[in-house]
């Protein structure tokens, strides 16, 4: 028997260390050639590293959340043979294969590709998960769509077991929780009286979202403009759309029409659809519209790219964004997927609240974000209507954009949205 040695590998592009985000096996373990060992993130990318060979792990070179040295060892493998530890011989490094990929400086965090769960013994019943005996004040992981599910399903997540990255609780568990039956929830236990403390070290995508959040905020000289638009026009162009074409060309949700009129507006104020490299001090200008549009997933907000956004029509760029939207949240999207925007359209949809302040995208310029829709009272032309408004919340860089200049781009996205014809008058 012998030793197979595993160095972090050379991930390229001058990175010199990365951080070991996750492991996929215990000392202990057998492995096989081509399985996943662990998930190392660098400032652009989670990577797998996979095995090179079959045998035993016997030693694991870090712990998840530590930053280790290209080259550094990550793992040893017993084998059969001689391995690689003869005297004299180098270890190879394997090689890095991307998971799921985050484009620096990007402000939303991308997550990376969770391993696929292994399969149930062939002939015997999945194990239903053991109830969890959480303190009262323990704060699961959960996304708010769990959240929300388990809220309109009446369970108190502390007792739901956990079986994502860290703990965190999904769908599936939910799911698994309610198929159990006779889990009476403790009396009393909502009011139970709690001392406990937790300390959660801040490792892998969280890490990665407060450098590039702390990154944006120091580098950008942030400022933020915000209208409210009338879009009980838009509302009922979209309605008329989905009841004529939703059957052969789908159903419109209100992005896409936004996504358009960010493309037009963006004709006559092309100095914000722009990159800003502030080390070389250079303005990139394009004439494309590539547009970041954020996506919601149980792992974090992922932010794919519609590419050339202008030659797209309205269900073109539906049929886009659903599509990246559920490439991100499968944790399937490229390299090329998930990089290159040119501006930002940030959404939180009926949770969207009255006025945000959205965090650049660097090195975009320009964040446009979309708060709900509400209907309230308005005064036309004296008289008092009902309207269904929205605001728009946004930010620039300063550095580059005026604040003139932004006043005025959202002033004409407000107007292509108060008269929709106009988004098509070419």
Same mark, same amino acid.
């Given at each position: 028997m012998g030793i197979h040695v595993i160095k972090m590998p050379d991930i390229g592009e001058g990175i010199a260390e990365v951080e070991l985000s996750q492991w996929h096996v215990q000392v202990g373990d057998l492995v096989v050639e081509d399985q996943v060992l662990a998930d190392v993130m660098t400032d652009k990318?989670?990577?797998?590293?996979?095995?090179?060979?079959?045998? %035993?792990?016997?030693?694991?070179?870090? /712990?998840?959340?530590?930053?280790?040295? /290209?080259?550094s060892v990550l793992i040893s493998i017993e084998v059969e043979g001689v391995g690689n530890l003869r005297e004299g011989a180098a270890a190879p490094t394997p090689k890095a294969v991307p998971a799921a990929v985050v484009e620096k400086p990007l402000v939303e965090p991308v997550a990376a590709s969770k391993p696929a769960a292994k399969p149930a013994p062939t002939g015997a019943a999945a194990p239903r998960p053991a109830p969890v005996a959480r303190t009262a004040d323990e704060r699961p992981l959960a996304s708010p769509a769990v959240r929300k599910q388990a809220w309109d399903a009446g369970i108190e997540l502390r007792f739901v077991h956990g079986s994502g990255p860290a703990g965190r609780i999904l769908h599936e568990d939910l799911d698994a929780y309610l198929a159990q039956s006779g889990q009476p929830l403790p009396v009393g236990a909502s009011y139970a009286k709690r001392t406990d403390e937790q300390q959660i070290p801040v490792i892998g995508? +969280?890490? %990665?979202?407060?450098? =590039?959040?702390q990154d944006a905020k120091r580098r950008a000289a942030h400022f933020s403009y915000v209208e409210e638009v009338d879009v009980t026009a838009l509302e009922e162009l979209r309605v008329h759309l989905n009841h004529k074409y939703g059957d052969s +060309?789908? %159903?419109? @949700?209100?992005? *896409?029409?936004? /996504?358009?009129?960010?493309?037009?507006?963006?004709?006559?104020?092309?100095?914000?659809?722009? =990159?800003?490299?502030?080390?070389? #001090? /250079?303005? @990139?200008?394009?004439?494309?519209?590539?547009v970041g549009v954020?996506?919601? @997933?149980?792992?974090?907000?992922?932010? *794919?790219?519609?590419?050339? &956004?202008?030659?797209?029509?309205?269900?073109?760029?539906?049929?886009?964004?659903?599509?990246?939207? #559920?490439? &991100?949240? !499968?944790? %399937? &999207? !490229? =390299?090329?997927?998930? !990089?290159?925007?040119t501006i930002t359209l940030t959404s939180l949809g009926a949770l969207g609240g009255i006025v945000s302040t959205p965090v650049l995208n660097l090195p975009e310029v320009a964040i446009v974000g979309v708060n709900r829709i509400v209907e309230r009272p308005v005064v036309i032309k004296g008289q008092i209507v009902i309207r269904k408004m929205m605001n728009l919340s946004s930010s620039f860089d300063h550095r580059v954009v005026d604040g003139m200049d932004a006043a005025q781009f959202i002033q004409a996205i407000r107007g292509l949205l108060e008269q929709p014809a106009s988004l098509f008058v070419e």
């Open positions: 990318a989670m990577v797998d590293i996979p095995s090179p060979v079959h045998g %035993k792990v016997i030693a694991l070179g870090g /712990v998840p959340g530590e930053v280790m040295a /290209v080259g995508l +969280r890490r %990665k979202i407060a450098q =590039r959040m +060309r789908g %159903k419109l @949700t209100l992005l *896409p029409f936004l /996504v358009r009129a960010l493309v037009v507006a963006l004709r006559d104020f092309p100095q914000i659809n722009v =990159r800003y490299d502030d080390d070389a #001090q /250079v303005i @990139t200008r394009y004439g494309a519209v590539h954020a996506a919601q @997933t149980d792992g974090g907000l992922m932010v *794919p790219v519609v590419r050339h &956004a202008e030659s797209l029509n309205l269900w073109g760029a539906a049929a886009e964004i659903n599509r990246l939207a #559920q490439a &991100a949240r !499968s944790g %399937k &999207a !490229s =390299r090329e997927e998930m !990089s290159g925007s």
